[in-house]
Nanobody, 123 residues
């Protein structure tokens, strides 16, 4: 069982930056692939970024490539999402996710979800 707790969301102006953190419980954090999804009002939850257990592989949805960076610290059981050049369309609740089976991606249901953290980007 893994529990995920996100933090770092907030209100920021367009062009600004935020760093989201996701702290995971459990002693086997390093075995999980980790990622971030987001859900904007009235829209379906969508994949944002993922990172392999060793941090050797990362993937991003096209709309955030070059602006967002996912990373992890297995010693701290934490995964991060550095978000730069934020746009109003990035406004959403951001969810951390963990999975033992495969690399997280679109249309994939992870084993575990966090409770979400709100990110609001004003124009």
């Amino acid at each position: 069982q893994v529990q995920l707790v996100e933090s770092g969301g907030g209100l920021v102006q367009a062009g600004g930056s935020l760093r989201l953190s996701c702290a995971a419980s459990g002693r086997t954090f390093s075995r999980y692939t980790m990622g971030w999804f987001r859900q904007a009002p009235g829209k379906e939850r969508e994949f944002v970024a993922a990172i392999s257990w060793s941090a050797g592989i990362t993937s991003y949805t096209d709309s955030v490539k070059g602006r967002f960076t996912i990373s992890r610290d297995n010693a701290r059981n934490t995964v991060y999402l550095e978000m730069n050049s934020l746009k109003p369309e990035d406004t959403a609740v951001y969810y951390c996710a963990a999975d033992l089976r495969a690399m997280l991606r679109s249309n994939y249901s992870p084993d575990y979800w966090g409770q979400g953290t709100q990110v609001t980007v004003s124009s």
